[in-house]
């Protein structure tokens, strides 16, 4: 197998991990299928990872299910410890984990690194967390009785996560099912699984238990359906497209699993007349442009008041016309690679749709030859083109003028999705307003940048159902028993 030049630079070689991992033991694929994961700055072979069979994925299963009985009585404050332990194998591995993000996902350098932080810090706030996993003594009705309700963990949990961030959508999941007392099979993406694996790596030197996190890496179909119709797996939480999600969540009915699901997004963006232009420009730049616009919260849809229409475009032009698109190893590049033909075919699909219906470019930046989508703006967008009912998942910002809040908000409203929502504005009734009649999970009121372990990630409608990060994020792991002593 060809190895791409630069992994030789890795500090420590062994997070490279070309195979699953089932049971604390680093197999091949039963037969020896592998799939290989190609750079998408330059289309090489990075290296490859096992094509896992069903049986395989059901010994994962089981391997997940014998780890449980113990893993689940191990006392919370153990649990943190190696939680914690985990985490500062993370961050010590930066540099590393980084440079195996950006070559098999294709984000800047400076980007991934962010990206390691920011997964590293759900590990850090699930193990926090863990120590406050409480129960809780109700009233009884009458005086011979007590009612205890305490949480126990769900069991064992499937987790299925996406290429655009193979680094925190794991430990974004993965940390509260630890900490709740859950073990783990992970499906990584077949896109991303190097990160997954080296995720796989620092968890078992951390010291977590064989068998508490399990990796199956290999084509989705197959690892998929056995995952969803064991009855062994309690849960399924994944990232990802509201189409296989739906999928999922038919495949899991048949066993009733409990499920998290962040499915897509169409988040709006709105800049009221009000607004701190230059602020507004610094949020879009952030929630558009993050990741090339490949994240399920990138602002899809830019709405603005007729008043800063103009000022608004000429100031984000500037910014647009000037990103710098390339590898993302190399150190001046804004903005990577798309992930894959697919991806950048749809980009491509909307600006035509969109220029074919009337709208016009009013910046775009020049980019390489290769997987690059070209950062554009275009104005005169309107509800009736592709761009405005489909994730664009690109590095593509379309300008929708609006004359009044009512129209905004109804515009803005107008999708089955409920992910994030953005607006600008200086009117303290207005923000109250506005944010009270966005039909959205989340809304960021004068900042473009919603995401932290501290807060509540998650949608309604058909973006999903479930909260990661936050207080919340524990909730989808764990059941409430109840227990009634009677007779005292
Ligand atoms: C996503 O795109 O699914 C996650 C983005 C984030 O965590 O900010």
Not at 48 to 57: K, L, M, N, R, W
Not at 257 to 285: T, Y
Not at 389 to 401: M, N, Q
Request: with cysteine.
């Amino acid at each position: 197998m060809t190895i791409h030049a630069p992994f030789p630079r890795l500090a420590d070689p062994d997070l490279l991990r070309q195979q699953a991992l089932i049971g604390g033991a680093w197999v091949d694929a039963d037969g020896g299928a592998t799939l290989a994961v190609t750079d998408p700055a330059t289309g090489a072979t990075l290296g490859s990872v096992p094509d896992i069979t069903a049986d395989q994925t059901r010994a994962a299963i089981s391997a997940a299910d014998a780890a449980l009985a113990l893993w689940r009585r191990r006392p919370s404050a153990e649990r943190a410890d190696l939680l914690m332990a985990w985490h500062d194998l993370m961050v010590a591995a930066t540099e590393d984990l980084a440079l195996i993000l950006t070559l098999e996902q294709g984000k800047p350098l400076a980007e991934a690194r962010a990206e390691i932080a920011y997964g590293a810090s759900f590990v850090r706030w699930f193990a926090e967390e863990a120590r406050r996993i409480e129960g809780q003594i109700i009233p009884a009705p009458t005086a011979d009785r007590r009612i205890l309700a305490s949480r126990e963990p769900v069991g064992v949990s499937a987790i299925i996560t996406p290429w655009n961030f193979p680094n925190a959508m794991i430990t974004r999941k993965v940390a509260p099912a630890l900490a709740a007392g859950c073990t783990v099979v992970i499906k990584p993406s077949e896109f991303t699984p190097f990160s997954a694996l080296a995720l796989g790596v620092l968890a078992l030197r951390a010291g977590i238990p064989a068998g508490v996190i399990n990796i199956v890496t290999g084509l989705p179909t197959a690892i998929g359906a056995e995952l969803t119709a064991s009855a062994t797996v309690r849960k399924l939480s994944f990232t990802g497209s509201t189409r296989v999600g739906a999928m999922l969540m038919g495949q899991c009915a048949p066993t009733v699993k409990r499920l998290s699901l962040e499915l897509g997004g169409n988040a709006p963006f709105i800049i009221f007349d009000d607004a701190d232009l230059d602020a507004a420009v610094d949020g879009l730049i952030a929630a558009k442009f993050r990741n090339g616009g490949q994240t399920c919260v990138c602002a899809n849809r830019i709405f603005v008041q007729d008043g800063v229409h103009d000022a608004f475009v000429d100031r984000l032009s500037a910014r647009v016309g000037a990103m710098r698109v390339g590898p993302g190893t190399n150190a001046a590049s804004q903005i990577g690679p798309m992930i894959n033909p697919a991806a950048l075919d749809k980009i491509k699909a909307h600006v035509a749709d969109a220029l074919a219906q009337g709208a016009t470019i009013a910046a775009q930046a020049p980019v390489p030859a290769g997987q690059y989508a070209r950062p554009t703006v275009l104005i005169g967008a309107t509800t009736a083109m592709a761009l405005a009912s489909e994730e664009t998942f690109g590095p593509v910002a379309p300008i929708f003028r609006f004359t009044d809040e009512d129209a905004a908000i109804r515009d803005a409203n107008a999708t089955p999705f409920g992910l994030a929502a953005y607006f600008y504005t200086r009117d303290l009734s207005r923000a109250f307003r506005v944010a009270e009649a966005l039909e959205f999970g989340m809304v960021g009121l004068n900042t473009g940048a919603l995401s932290m372990a501290t807060a509540p990630f998650g949608g309604i409608k058909q973006s999903g159902m479930g909260r990661e990060g936050s207080r919340h994020g524990i909730e989808d792991y764990v059941e409430i028993k109840y227990m009634c002593m009677a007779g005292i």
